[in-house]
């Protein structure tokens, strides 16, 4: 049986579990008019039912997906011939993948041997003979679990604070989910960064202005040492991400201006949804947009100058993420706008102020650190962004602090040097870890330093 038919059975045993741990409170107490008799509201006494009935089986659901596929898959090795089974670990996982291949229907039984074909019914008989069991299992568990808490089902059973207990735990399980996952990341990255540097000196990688990682099969061919200086790649990553806010600030914040101080309400309805809609093209768009229609119009123009124009330039690539941008921008200053008092605009027009004197001297100010942080924010998802700098600047690793000029970034490595059958312990792969973890120290260190001045306004507002 299908995980997702067990998992929708379940839902249902918990919808009737609920109706039936509600009637049971009421029926302790004679009836609605005797509810005020019971602890907790009678729906409480029904969740609590539903919870029992539906997270343990869940759970063991859970457990049983994440080892039955192992289980199984060692179950039909015991069953193989001995001359399959005694195969090496790669020519045994080979055929491990040809009979689920057969299972699965993307290759013809009548093109395998007669062992495997045998093999593949095995799997399937006990895939089946899986689901079967989990199904009744866990559909036991729910109905002994549900029966056992409609038993225990009276007017002093404090079945709210149980409710808020188990929801109490599965929010501290999330939360710690998520710390353990960014713990995991922040590891897993250091401990392959690490390893590079054990091979290339930190010096050499963060002060090095040469950044060609391309290493040499035979030690006879050109280049088999590499090259890992990443100043190229800082310097490309900042260029762009410059370029971009000076398009994204200026016009984010003066759309802000305009939507949260001048425009009327009408107006204001659509224009800011159009604004934010700019946030949900996907980045693979504005990299058609800026290699097919800017950089080729950027280059024209140029060359109408007497300008030496790449075709794939840091102009093109942060004139078309700074569009991308604006969204964030002009939605957090418009927040940071707004927010601040009324009074305080109130107090300067008392004073003689125009409008315009009161949105630079009282309201920008007012809210300026918010808008740092909003902008702070902004610069840390320009230096993260990858494809439209892959279709719009380049692969090229230059030194150079020209617009016109071909560049690459931190992302955009990353990702060639993880594209392609690579040696997992060499150098070129190790790279990218080292890359990794120094784009995570500057995106972190931006947003601690935005988290901050944001908390520092919120405080000294709200």
């Excluded at 011939?81 to 009979?99: F, G, H, K, M, T």
Aim: hydrophobic share 55%.
């Amino acid at each position: 049986m299908p995980t997702s038919t067990v998992v929708l059975i379940l839902l249902i045993l918990s919808a009737v579990a609920y109706q039936v741990g509600r009637a049971r409170s009421l029926a302790t107490v004679g009836g609605l008019k005797g509810a005020r008799h019971l602890h907790s509201l009678p729906g409480y006494y029904g969740l609590l039912t539903a919870l029992w009935c539906a997270i343990p089986a869940l759970l063991i659901l859970a457990l049983w997906s994440m080892a039955d596929g192992r289980i199984v898959t060692e179950l039909v090795v015991a069953g193989l011939p001995p001359e399959l089974r005694s195969l090496p670990a790669d020519q045994l996982s080979l055929v491990l993948n040809d009979i689920k291949n057969i299972v699965a229907g993307a290759v013809p039984a009548g093109v395998a041997s007669p062992e495997i074909v045998a093999a593949s019914a095995r799997y399937a008989e006990l895939q089946q003979l899986s689901g079967y069991a989990i199904a009744v299992l866990c559909l036991a568990i729910a109905l002994g679990a549900g029966a056992f808490v409609v038993s225990r089902i009276q007017p002093a059973l404090r079945a709210r604070n149980r409710v808020e207990a188990i929801v109490r735990g599965a929010l501290v399980v999330a939360s710690s989910i998520a710390i353990l996952t960014t713990i995991g990341i922040v590891l897993s990255v250091l401990f392959e960064s690490i390893q590079f540097f054990r091979q290339v000196p930190v010096t050499e990688f963060l002060f090095g202005l040469n950044w060609s990682p391309q290493l040499a099969i035979r030690a006879d061919q050109v280049g088999s040492s590499g090259a890992f200086g990443a100043v190229p790649l800082f310097t490309g990553t900042l260029l762009i991400a410059g370029i971009a806010m000076l398009v994204a600030v200026p016009v984010g914040l003066f759309s802000a201006i305009y939507l949260a101080e001048y425009a009327h309400g009408k107006v204001r309805a659509i224009v800011k949804p159009m604004l934010e809609v700019l946030a949900g093209i996907p980045t693979v768009v504005y990299g058609f947009f800026a290699a097919l229609v800017v950089a080729p119009n950027i280059r024209g123009f140029g060359e109408s100058f007497g300008l030496e124009v790449s075709s794939e330039s840091a102009l093109a690539a942060g004139l078309v993420m700074g569009i991308m941008i604006i969204p964030f921008v002009s939605s957090l200053a418009d927040d940071m706008i707004t927010a601040v008092p009324q009074s305080l605009r109130d107090g300067s027009y008392g004073l003689g102020a125009t409008q315009s004197e009161t949105i630079r001297r009282v309201v920008l100010p007012a809210a300026l650190p918010g808008i740092v942080g909003g902008v702070l924010l902004a610069i840390s998802r320009a230096i993260g962004e990858t494809m439209i700098v892959v279709m719009a600047a380049g692969l090229g690793a230059n030194l150079t602090a020209n617009p016109l000029e071909a560049v690459t970034t931190v992302t955009t490595q990353i990702v060639t040097l993880l594209v392609g059958d690579q040696e997992f312990d060499s150098p070129k792969t190790l790279a990218a870890f080292a890359l990794g973890l120094v784009l995570f120290v500057v995106t972190l260190s931006l947003n601690i330093i935005a988290l901050h001045v944001v908390r520092k306004y919120r405080e000294q507002y709200e």
